[in-house]
C-alpha cells in the first residue's frame, strides 16, 4: 500500500517545485518557463510570501505540489481560498496524491475560516476536469482575465 504523506514545502526544494511548476505550465501549453528557483523560493516563502506551497510525498519522495494563496468571495461575503496551481509528476498519478493535495488545502481553507476553495482550470483539460468532478467541484460560468505585460502598463496609464 502506497504511503502519501502532504508537508509544507521547504526552501531548499524550491528547484523541484519550480521545476514542477514550470512542467505544469508546459502540460498547459504555456511554453515560456518563467520559474526558477530563486523566483520559488523568493515568493513561496518567508514573510512577503505570494503564495503557499505544499508537497506530497509518495512513498517518502517528493510526488507533487500545491501552491495556493488567501482570496475572498464576494458571492457568499466570506474569506476564500484560491489554488494557483496543482501537478502530481506522471509516473505518480491515479495513486491518490492529487486528492490529498487537494485535501490538504481544503483542510487549510476549514481551518483559516474560509468559505470556500477555487481555482481555474482550462476547458480542454479533460484529465483534471474529471479529477474534479470526483473531488464534488463544480463549474461556474465565470471566464478567467487578466491584462499582463505591456497591456497591464498600458492600462495603468504608463
Ligand atoms: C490532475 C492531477 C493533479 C490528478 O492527480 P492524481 O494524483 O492522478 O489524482 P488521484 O489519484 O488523487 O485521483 C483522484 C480521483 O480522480 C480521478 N482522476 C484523476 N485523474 C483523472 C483523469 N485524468 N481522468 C479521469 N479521472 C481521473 C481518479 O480516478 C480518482 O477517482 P476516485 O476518487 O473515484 O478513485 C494529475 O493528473 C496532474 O498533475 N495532471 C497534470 C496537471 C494538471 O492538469 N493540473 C491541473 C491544472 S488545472
Redesign the pocket.
Known amino acids: 500500500m502506497s504511503a502519501v504523506r502532504v508537508r509544507p514545502a521547504r526552501p531548499d526544494e524550491s528547484a523541484i517545485l519550480a521545476e514542477m511548476a514550470n512542467n505544469?505550465n508546459d502540460?498547459?501549453g504555456i511554453h515560456g518557463r518563467p520559474f526558477t528557483p530563486e523566483r520559488v523560493r523568493a515568493d513561496g516563502f518567508g514573510p512577503e510570501a505570494a503564495f503557499t506551497p505544499l508537497v506530497a510525498e509518495l512513498d517518502g519522495a517528493v510526488a507533487?505540489y500545491v501552491f495556493f494563496g488567501t482570496g475572498y468571495n464576494t458571492d457568499i461575503a466570506a474569506r476564500a481560498m484560491w489554488l494557483h496551481d496543482?501537478?502530481?509528476i506522471p509516473a505518480?498519478?491515479?495513486?491518490?496524491?492529487?486528492?490529498a493535495l487537494m485535501a490538504a488545502v481544503a483542510a487549510e481553507t476549514v481551518r483559516m475560516g474560509g468559505g470556500s476553495l477555487e481555482?481555474g482550470?482550462h476547458s480542454a483539460?479533460a484529465?483534471?476536469l474529471?479529477?474534479y468532478a470526483?473531488l464534488g467541484a463544480v463549474g461556474g460560468e465565470a471566464k478567467i482575465m487578466g491584462v499582463a505585460g505591456a497591456r497591464l502598463r498600458a492600462l495603468a496609464g504608463l
Request: hydrophobic share 50%; glycine share 22%; no cysteine.
Open positions: 505544469l502540460y498547459v507533487g496543482i501537478f502530481v505518480a498519478r491515479g495513486r491518490g496524491v492529487g486528492h481555482w482550470v483539460n484529465g483534471a474529471e479529477f470526483r
